[in-house]
């Protein structure tokens, strides 16, 4: 039996897209053999479509669309994610469903029995759970559908179960001779590696085929990278889907043939290039399904910024991209020299506004104000809001959405202008660690040099006052980020991080840098997610609180 795995990207609410790709690939599917399609979680309506789900009119769009898809579907089985009214009250009024259309109609419904409600998932706020699982018999096959979330509880692999069902066992149990699964599983890295090991481990304890087709693009803050699969009875790979494209696979799971063009011995690309490629997807979807075609980009001559904009060439092309560097008299002319030498090995177009006019001009109306008090923080953030003010007006005029530059090191403790160099509509790099921007920076140049060398090795400044350098303020960053790793990610507390053998004093520090800074994340623009914790929707700690680790 040959499956047509549909790795497709959709867009939230654009339902007459959706089920158009979702024909286009099923008749694609068909043609190349296959003898049932599918396609990923919640695919028609997108994901994750959140309080929309409240609205009664997105919901009718969401079943009106299924039911035109049904329309064009024949013979061969097409399954696909939507979401569907549940009758059964008390209960959610919804469930996360997949339908299975044939000759015209739907022929079976299908809801998923897990519903997350960790990280930045939300499920259980709108969903009621399956009452059972049920198989689907076609042809010579008995084929348990899953949804996401109801594949990721087996206890052999999990050291601890979040749920106390197991969709997959019951399915078996109920006779199923092979698995689907309709996927929607947000990426971050190493993600990918984990899922596989975790279906393997099914397939081959279960001795089962198992074929999964993952969601591929971004919603928000969300990536999705696709790596669709198939796997044989033992857990072996029989198909690999492309990483971060769409993909469409066809698989006979009988004979364990991906036809000749299919490479079956997979090895993941390195991790530098996995984020690279996660981040240009995340900018290029933002960018596009918010109804924008270009970018604008300032250029300060750093690496945060240089990996910024070269991120956002390979995601929409250089001739949509505009980057911008808006000196001050405490820039140096070094900066401005590695930022006109990317901007040239990017073939982007490039402006530079003095911005000393300006701030003279500012400082010069809060000189009534200010007098006889000393300079400090407050002078230094005029130029980097004023830089703002710059860029949000060129946005303004051009119609180009404006990217924020900042890094996870320097957003968790603050070490950022609000209003400032935080204005933007996507902060690209919010989600990576600076010790991880100059690991994808040297990737970036492996093969020539396009970002600057100097920008790479000089050492890092905001450059908001005389010789000002980074490591002024905060620990170097090898030692900020392993404690940001441990406290942020990991959770762990401060006492936790000390026993690692980090001086207590800057533990101390760097923990109370990220509890006041909050109040900054919250205004933040949406970040890239591709850590197991980011700020944003994964992790929600209030403003407003006393606690202390």
Sequence with gaps: ?????????????????????????????????????????????????????????????????????????????LCVGFVDRNPNRPGKPLRNSAAILQNGRIVQRIHKSLLPSYDVFDEARYFEPADEVSVFRHRDRKLGITICEDIWNDEDFWPERLYRADPVKDLIAKGADAILNLSASPWHRGKEETRLAMLQKVAADERIPLLQVN????????????????????????SMGKGFEEDLLIVDVNSGSAGPERQTDWKWPAGEHQLFSALSLGIGDYVRKCGFKSIVCGLSGGIDSALTAALAVDALGAA???GVAMPSKFSSEGSLRDAEALAKNLGIRFESIPIEPVVAAMEGQL???????????????????????????LSNKFGSLVLTTGNKSELSVGYCTLYGD????????????????????RWINRDRVIIPEATITKPPSAELRPNQKDQDSLPDYDILDAILSAYVVQNRSRDEIVARGFDPAIVNDVINKITFSEYKRRQAAPGLKVSPRAFGMGRRVPIAQRFRT
């Design 215 to 238: 969601s591929i693009g971004a919603n928000d803050e969300l990536i999705f990278d696709g790596h669709s699969v198939a796997l044989d009875h033992e857990g072996k790979i029989i």
């Design 422 to 441: 935080m204005c933007g509509a996507l902060a690209v790099i919010a989600d990576v660690l600076k010790t991880e921007v100059y690991q994808i920076a």
């Design 320 to 322: 949509n991209v505009l």
């Design 367 to 393: 000189e009534k104000q200010f007098s006889g008090l000393a300079r400090n923080e407050a002078e230094e953030n005029i130029q980097s809001r004023l830089r703002g003010v710059i860029l949000m007006a």
């Design 1 to 77: 039996m040959k499956f047509g795995l549909l790795q497709f990207n959709s867009t939230i609410g654009d339902f007459a897209t959706n089920g158009r790709r979702l024909l286009d690939g099923y008749e694609t599917a068909c043609q190349g053999g296959a003898d049932f399609v599918a396609a990923p979680e919640l695919f028609l309506c997108g994901y994750p479509p959140r309080d929309l789900l409240l609205r009664a009119d997105f919901i009718q769009q969401n079943l009106q669309a299924l039911e035109q898809a049904a329309s064009g579907v024949r013979e061969t089985p």
